[in-house]
């Protein structure tokens, strides 16, 4: 017979306060929650006060406990590993498709944010040897993103981001990044033809999450950049894929 697995009683006795404080919307106070427990009223108040200090609970001016932002924040990264989860498999496709890297990238909080890379050994990923948020003007992956912004949110972004140098390629002011944004063809691919990285060209089109913007690219050796027609054919049925993955997660 196999051996029992070894269990912390404190972590079931903290768990079972929390899943009592949530059953109850306006809160419910310690002698309560004991009650509803089983636990002696002097360790749920240890118990309370723990979960209280790091945030998983919250006290309310008449003494009744609710659950605290902690627990929100942990809700929050919960969906989110679960949305990539869901767009993850269509990414490697597309990876073992084009032999290329994949890339999924969101904005959130006002940062274009790579959420998820898909590569390989015959798909390595871009060097990304500056961060992206200081980098949405210089990279296909951004400026899709950037495309899908009305005017006074590309101009909210642009306002907090410097357009850095980061090869002789690289756009760096805002008047001729917005001028190719708005004239680029064929929509909705934008490209970054050695415009983050000398020999790398990428590909990228919109997707969406509810109503945030986001986009899906890929990267490649500028040998390629002869299949730029066919990866654009691909890449936009592919995010119409993605965007009703990620409206399924919402």
């Known amino acids: 017979m196999s051996a029992s697995p070894t269990l912390i009683s404190s972590v079931q006795r903290a768990f079972r306060l ?3 404080a949530s059953a109850h919307e306006n809160g419910a ?3 309560q929650l004991a009650r509803e427990t089983g636990l002696p009223l002097g360790t749920a108040y240890h118990l309370l006060r723990t979960l209280m200090h790091d945030g998983y609970l919250r006290k309310l001016d008449d003494g009744g406990f609710v659950l605290g932002d902690r627990l929100q924040s942990l809700h929050s990264g919960g969906r989110g590993q679960t949305m990539i989860g869901r767009v993850r498999p269509v990414l490697s496709a ?3 498709e084009l032999s290329s890297a994949a890339y999924l990238t969101l904005y959130e909080d006002g940062e274009i944010r790579v959420s ?9 990923r871009v060097d990304l040897w500056v961060g992206f948020e200081d980098a949405g003007h210089a990279t296909a992956l951004g400026k899709a993103v950037l495309r899908e912004l009305d005017d006074q949110g590309r101009k909210d972004y ?5 357009l850095n140098d980061l090869t002789p390629h690289t756009v760096t002011t805002a008047a001729e990044l917005v001028r ?6 064929p929509a909705p691919a934008v490209t970054d033809l050695e415009e983050y990285a000398l020999g790398t060209v990428c590909v990228a089109v919109p997707v969406y999450s509810g109503s945030m913007p986001g986009s899906i690219g890929v990267s490649m050796p500028r ?3 002869d299949r730029l027609d066919e990866i654009r054919d691909r890449l936009v049925p592919t995010a119409d894929r993605v965007t009703r993955t990620l409206s399924l997660t919402m």
């Open 180 to 185: 190719r944004l708005e004239t680029a063809s």
């Open 116 to 124: 998820e890379i898909v590569d390989g050994p015959r798909a390595p």
């Open 158 to 162: 642009l306002s907090r981001h410097t």
């Open 29 to 31: 106070p310690a002698k």
């Open 18 to 20: 929390l899943e009592a």
């Open 94 to 96: 597309l990876r073992d």
């Open 223 to 225: 040998s390629r950049l």
